[in-house]
Each structure stands twice: as structure tokens, then as C-alpha cells.
């Protein structure tokens, strides 16, 4: 079955610097990955996505890698800044099921002033 | 544009009681999810409509959810009797349709059972 897996630990850092959050899958590669961010108390925010044939995607402070040989994606946050402060959500396609997605369990990021 | 509407924001029921949870989506969204999100794991999806059928409800536990989208508009998902383990976040999402799958997910329902 797919299996979708983020770094469960918190992930701490210091305003100004970057933030590099984790995102690994198992058997065949998704048409797409898609990052979501979270806030408490409210349902995730749609942030990017980016397809199998796409190396890497840009979106203002945002940068998002899709590896295929890795199995993974990784989500690029620089120049921090506490609103950032959030878990972050990676969901993965699971092939001709009509857009399901599977989600990873989300990783909390904290930015610190 | 307004965004999806979920309704009741809390709930707080008895274990075997019954609880139905209502979801609009964002007009003109084909697609409507529910999931379950339970405290520090991702949304699990319960079930995946296309305006009024049903895609997937692979994970639904159908002996005690249901869920209806008669109209291709407004969802309500059910559960009856709750159990324990219930307790959780359901999110209600939507979607233009199953090619455009970028979720607008609600605020969700936040379920306590005791």
C-alpha cells in the first residue's frame, strides 16, 4: 500500500534561517505531491503542489523538490519568520483513484524570534 | 468567495449516542471529502464524493458512519453509535473536481465522546 511519512519530531529555528521539512514515500512515485499548512484549530491550507515530471517549485519564500529516485519531497521555508510557526502537511496522490489523497502525519515547525 | 462551511464547530456526545455533522462546500466544487483527523496525525479520508455519488469510502466504517450528498451540494456525515475511539477532528473538504485536486478544506468538528 502507499505509505506517506513526514519527520514526526518538532522542528526548531531561529528566525531569519531556513526551514527544510521532510516528506518520504514508499512504492511507486505519486503524479503529485501537494503541501498543506495547518494552523490549531483549523483545517489545512492548501500551499503548493508539484508533479512527478517537476524537479522544483517556487512560491515566494516557499521551495518545494520532488526526488524520484529518493522517494521523497522536501519543503523549503527561508527567511523565516515566527508566523511561519505551523504543522506543515505533505498528501500524496494515490494513482487513478480519482484525487485521493493520502496525508503524512505532519510536522510542527516552530520559529523562534 | 466563501469557503466551506462546517457545522457544528464542537460536539460532545456519550458513547452509543448518535452525531451528524454538515458540510457546503464552495459552490461549484464537484468534489467533497470528509476526513477524520485524530490529535498529532495527518487527515485520514473517510469518504471521497463526485457530486452526488460515492468514489471511495474504502476507510468509512460502515457499520457505524454514513454519509449522504443527495443534492451534489451539502454533505452530512453520521455516526451512530460513537465509540471512544471516535473522538477526533472531521474536516470536510472540497474540491473544483477529481482532476484539480487542490482541497479547500473547513474548520472542521471537533468530536469529544465520553
Known amino acids: 500500500s502507499q505509505k506517506i511519512e513526514q519527520n514526526s519530531e518538532a522542528l526548531n529555528i531561529q528566525e531569519g534561517k531556513t526551514a527544510t521539512l521532510t516528506c518520504n514515500y514508499t512504492n511507486y512515485s505519486p503524479a503529485y505531491l501537494q503541501w498543506y499548512r495547518q494552523d490549531p484549530g483549523r483545517g489545512p491550507v492548501f500551499l503548493l503542489l508539484i508533479r512527478e515530471n517537476e524537479k522544483e517549485k517556487r512560491k515566494e519564500r516557499l521551495k518545494v523538490t520532488f526526488d524520484t529516485t529518493l522517494k521523497q519531497s522536501l519543503f523549503h521555508i527561508t527567511a523565516s519568520q515566527p508566523a511561519d510557526s505551523a504543522t506543515y502537511l505533505c498528501?500524496?496522490?494515490?494513482?487513478?483513484?480519482?484525487?485521493?489523497?493520502?496525508f503524512g502525519q505532519g510536522t510542527e515547525l516552530s520559529v523562534k524570534p | 468567495e466563501a469557503g466551506v462551511a462546517q457545522s457544528p464547530r464542537y460536539k460532545i456526545i456519550e458513547k452509543r449516542q448518535s452525531v451528524a455533522f454538515w458540510c457546503n462546500p464552495i459552490?461549484?466544487?464537484?468534489?467533497l471529502y470528509w476526513y477524520q483527523q485524530i490529535l498529532g496525525q495527518g487527515p485520514k479520508l473517510l469518504i471521497q464524493f463526485q457530486n452526488n455519488g460515492v468514489v471511495d469510502d474504502s476507510q468509512l466504517p460502515k457499520d457505524r458512519f454514513s454519509a449522504e450528498r443527495l443534492k451534489g451540494v451539502d454533505s452530512t456525515l453520521k455516526i451512530q453509535p460513537a465509540k471512544l475511539e471516535d473522538s477526533a477532528v472531521y474536516l470536510c473538504?472540497?474540491?473544483?473536481?477529481?482532476?484539480?485536486?487542490?482541497?479547500?478544506f473547513g474548520q472542521g468538528t471537533r468530536l469529544t465522546v465520553v
Open positions: 459552490s461549484g466544487h464537484a468534489t
Open positions: 498528501a500524496r496522490e494515490v494513482g487513478n483513484q480519482g484525487g485521493k489523497l493520502i
Open positions: 473538504a472540497s474540491s473544483l473536481d477529481m482532476a484539480n485536486t487542490e482541497a479547500f
